[in-house]
């Protein structure tokens, strides 16, 4: 499945680009996600807990981050295993920066998820791409905050919060509904 999302950050696009580069501190930013070791050369081990409607998935593997320094841009390949639960996940995602103004950068995320096991019946739904975008909102809130900080120990002290399964539901569950009543 392929998700498209979009955001901008009041930072220019060198401050982005920087702060998309220090992959630990960045990854701090995305709910859900942890990062376990720096296997070196641009791959990394981590983990990345999502619910999916009733099913949790905590999907261990490895990421690996090529970036294109001249574009702006980069690559972001990773696959994961749910021990617990059987579901396995592979992800690509392809991510550029374009200044917008001296102090604004747009970021543009593409990903190409699949999901197998039984995490993989919710993937052929809407459901995932709302907490792909509930997920990429948080992100950006969080990246912003650590770009506008004063101090770099201020930076690190920030970190996403935690996607409560209630929370994303109900968020979930009222876009559905406002996309049924603009159908209808």
Same mark, same amino acid.
């Given at each position: 499945?392929?998700?498209?999302?979009?955001?901008?950050? @009041?930072?220019?696009?060198?401050?982005?680009?920087?702060?998309?580069?220090?992959?630990?501190?960045?990854?701090?930013?995305?709910?859900?996600? !942890?990062?376990?070791?720096? +296997?070196?050369?641009?791959?990394?081990?981590?983990?990345?807990?999502?619910? +999916?409607?009733?099913?949790? +998935?905590?999907?261990?593997?490895?990421?690996? &981050?090529?970036?294109?320094?001249? !574009?702006?841009? @980069?690559?972001?390949? *990773? !696959?994961? #295993?749910?021990?617990?639960?059987?579901?396995?996940?592979?992800?690509? &995602?392809?991510?550029? +920066?374009?200044?917008?103004?001296?102090?604004?950068?747009?970021?543009?995320? @593409?990903?190409?998820?699949?999901? @197998? *096991?039984?995490?993989? !019946?919710?993937?052929?739904?809407? $459901?995932?791409?709302?907490?792909?975008?509930? $997920?990429?909102?948080?992100?950006?809130?969080?990246?912003?905050?650590?770009?506008?900080? %004063?101090?770099?120990?201020? %930076?690190?002290? #920030? &970190?996403?919060?935690?996607?409560?399964?209630?929370?994303?539901?109900?968020?979930? $569950?009222?876009?559905?509904?406002?996309?049924?009543?603009?159908?209808?």
């Amino acid at each position: 499945m392929r998700i498209d999302n979009e955001f901008t950050v @009041a930072s220019p696009i060198d401050a982005v680009w920087t702060a998309f580069q220090d992959v630990p501190s960045v990854s701090a930013c995305l709910p859900g996600a !942890q990062l376990t070791d720096d +296997l070196g050369g641009g791959r990394f081990a981590g983990r990345m807990s999502v619910r +999916l409607g009733p099913i949790g +998935l905590g999907l261990e593997g490895e990421a690996t &981050v090529v970036p294109e320094p001249e !574009q702006h841009a @980069a690559t972001i390949t *990773g !696959q994961g #295993i749910d021990k617990r639960g059987g579901s396995r996940g592979q992800v690509s &995602v392809h991510y550029v +920066l374009a200044e917008v103004g001296p102090t604004t950068t747009k970021v543009s995320i @593409a990903s190409d998820i699949t999901l @197998a *096991g039984p995490a993989a !019946q919710f993937g052929r739904t809407g $459901l995932l791409q709302e907490v792909s975008k509930r $997920l990429i909102g948080d992100f950006a809130r969080c990246l912003e905050a650590k770009l506008a900080a %004063a101090t770099p120990e201020e %930076a690190a002290a #920030i &970190v996403s919060g935690e996607v409560g399964a209630t929370s994303l539901l109900a968020s979930s $569950l009222g876009a559905t509904i406002k996309r049924s009543i603009r159908r209808g």
